[in-house]
């Protein structure tokens, strides 16, 4: 029965769900494959990274000033969101959880239709219909999730199982956080893709809660990856601050995946710096000192020393790096405030395949209602 | 499964077993475990991977082994088939037909008899169909199969091998959203599908020797119901029972009654009578008093007639 796997360049046995993390090294893991990516892949990385961390901010920002209804935020989560996003191919299908800016921006989402979503205008993908953070795209094969958590899972093992019946040379991965380890369909995904096989990947971004339960008390397990042996999958665990670790390791994963060696539970320990959204309050249950001593551990200054140790990042750099994301996300905002919500006869569309009649009239009914002709 | 490869064919004891009910028979040897799937115990799990091999460009046709069992898979169903292309803005689809045995009359308890399409039926985005005859069954299937929305297809399992009817050899389609007038009638309209369509049709054949003449609708689809033809027949008769097999008590009975109520009342003779099962557990014990019998249909019948 295969354990849980710890590779080198993973995070540190000792790192248990249970208490704080050690002090993680300031370097990036020495043996991390993604290491020896060119300077501009790895300047990717970061720009990405932080502009991620620039539009969550400024999402967070617009709830509270109530330009956007609500917003779920990954401040902290972007080493594990952008790492994992950009070992994808395009043709490869993503299974997005509602907490993925950083992994939509890396997929290729444009800021306008991020904001699209989240202001619910006639540019968005799902023409208003969901509440904000519930990112898809068919262009961009990301299926948009629903707000109950791990749903999606089934559905990646399904698309997996699906290519492979074909025999399309696609994989799947599916995003969620250690709540939804418990979730029934964890347990039903898992099961399937072991029993049939599929190339799916399963990332659970373990970022210490919740909403308000530590990860503590979601599990009596050593790890989350630790679960996958039930299933007798192989369960990976990695530092999911360390952007290189969690590169390589989906990499590794999906590679595998593609050669027929079947799913990979991966575990990136994380941690939530913000809020579970913006109607969350965490003062009621986290020590803010705990967030402060994370915060000294963010990923994406992390790997800015990385970067820097390298040579190949500046303060100049830096500065360039910043006033750009900041405009780039300023005009963006700009530009989505200015389109419209989508027509009310809308709501009516896409319930079927075809509009029934009941649908048209009632979509008639609610237009004269509000003082259409 | 012949005509196009992409149909695949999932659930529990469907493959080597060939179903429950033999619903499936033969499946497997002609088209192998790659289209045919013996799925591991978990309903919920059967109905998300469904959806992932829809959404893949896949036609799964999934089983749930008795509706009964259904209730693990309602949170893939409502939450996710029922809106997968409204949410994503119509990019996606997930165009799975979910086929489950419903309804007692095999001694099977409270867990292998009930009538939950009325769950099924409220939930926008769905289409339910239950046919009533072996001619239906198969043009049914056969379009639900070709639909681009999700169906939830109930098989009366008490009629499965309850009569023969002619099936032509070959494809055929019977249209989704169109009800079946199976008797016409003057005096009275029993609207009703499934289970108790030969019910009803044995309890209209001894109102007739009454001289009381029963028009017999089975509605075939719940949903997107047949508005026209049940309005229609409820304003050229004037008087109508409603029948199913499910509990009476918010039953899709009632949705009839209230649609007529609002839009034909000034065409009623009489109050809508409904008939359905009674407000218990469906039990063990004493199943065929459970389920509507001819007596309690006709005792309906009589009373929108002598209102």
């Known amino acids: ?373 | 499964m012949e005509r196009r490869e992409e149909v695949v064919v999932l659930g529990e004891d469907i493959g080597r077993s060939g179903g429950v009910f033999r619903a499936t028979e033969g499946l497997y040897s002609q088209f192998g475990p790659t289209r045919v799937m013996d799925m591991p115990l978990n309903e919920s799990g059967v109905i998300g991977v469904s959806i992932g091999l829809a959404l893949y460009g896949m036609r799964p046709v999934a089983e749930i082994e008795f509706l009964d069992f259904v209730y693990p898979a309602f949170d893939q169903i409502v939450s996710e088939l029922s809106k997968m292309r409204y949410r994503s803005g119509g990019e996606y689809t997930a165009p799975v037909v979910v086929r489950a045995p419903y309804g007692g009359g095999i001694k099977g308890g409270p867990y292998h008899s009930q009538s939950a399409e009325a769950f099924f039926a409220h939930v926008p985005g769905l289409k339910v169909v239950v046919p009533s005859t072996p001619y239906d069954a198969k043009g049914l299937l056969t379009s639900a199969m070709r639909d681009e929305d999700p169906v939830i297809f109930l098989e009366p399992k008490r009629l499965y091998r309850s009569f023969r009817d002619d099936v032509p050899d070959g494809e055929y389609t019977v249209p989704i959203g169109r009800a079946r007038v199976a008797r016409e009638g003057r005096d009275v309209s029993v609207f009703t599908y499934g289970s108790t369509v030969p019910t009803v049709l044995e309890a209209a054949a001894e109102a007739s020797e009454e001289g009381i003449d029963v028009e017999v609708v089975d509605l075939r689809t719940l949903t997107p119901l047949d508005v026209d033809a049940v309005i229609g027949s409820a304003k050229k008769t004037g008087r109508v029972v409603v029948v199913n097999e499910a509990p009476k008590i918010m039953g899709y009975g009632a949705e009839i009654s209230a649609l007529l109520a609002e839009e034909a009342l000034d065409y009623l003779k009489a109050p809508i009578v409904r008939v359905g099962g009674f407000g218990i557990p469906f039990p063990y014990v004493h199943e065929n008093l459970y389920m509507p019998t001819v007596p309690r249909v006709i005792k309906a019948i009589h009373k929108v007639v002598e209102h």
């Open chain 1, 1 to 373: 029965m295969p354990k849980a796997t710890y590779l080198s360049y993973l995070c540190h046995k000792s790192f248990t769900p249970r208490r704080l993390p050690e002090p993680i090294v300031a370097n990036i893991a020495i043996d991390a494959p993604s290491k020896e990516l060119p300077t501009s892949q790895l300047r990717r990385f970061y720009e990405l990274m932080l502009l991620t961390r620039t539009f969550d901010a400024q999402a967070v920002s617009l709830q509270r000033q109530g330009r956007i209804g609500f917003y779920v935020t990954c401040e902290g989560e972007e080493a594990s969101e952008v790492g994992s996003a950009l070992a994808l191919r395009p043709t490869d299908w993503m299974f997005p959880d509602y907490r993925a800016s950083g992994i939509m921006i890396a997929r290729g989402m444009t800021l306008d239709e991020l904001l699209a979503q989240l202001m619910a205008n006639s540019q968005d993908h799902s023409r208003g219909r969901s509440m904000p953070s519930h990112w898809g795209s068919r262009a961009l094969n990301a299926v948009p999730p629903s707000s109950p958590l791990c749903t999606q899972l089934p559905h990646a093992v399904g698309v997996a199982l699906g290519a492979k019946i074909r025999g399309d040379d696609v994989c799947s991965i599916a995003y969620f956080g250690d709540g939804g380890t418990s979730s029934n369909d964890f347990h039903s995904a898992l099961n399937f893709a072991a029993v049939f096989k599929t190339p799916t990947v399963f990332f659970c971004r373990n970022n210490g809660y919740a909403i308000s339960l530590p990860v503590s008390q979601q599990t009596a397990t050593e790890s989350l990856a630790i679960k996958a042996d039930a299933y007798n999958m192989e369960g990976v665990r990695v530092d999911g601050n360390d952007v290189l670790a969690v590169h390589s390791a989906t990499k590794r994963a999906l590679e595998k995946a593609r050669a027929g060696g079947g799913p990979t539970l991966i575990e990136a320990v994380t941690y939530r710096m913000g809020a579970h959204s913006t109607s969350d309050d965490p003062s009621r249950y986290r020590d803010p000192r705990e967030v402060e001593l994370m915060r000294s551990k963010d990923p994406i200054k992390r790997f800015e020393q990385h970067l820097r140790g390298l040579g190949v990042w500046s303060d100049e750099d830096e500065a360039d790096a910043r006033r750009a994301a900041h405009e780039q996300v300023k005009e963006a905002i700009a530009r989505a405030e200015k389109v419209p919500h989508p027509d009310v006869r809308s709501l009516f569309e896409d319930v079927y395949s075809e509009k029934t009649r009941e649908l048209a009239a009632e979509a008639d009914e609610l237009y004269r209602e509000i003082g259409g002709i």
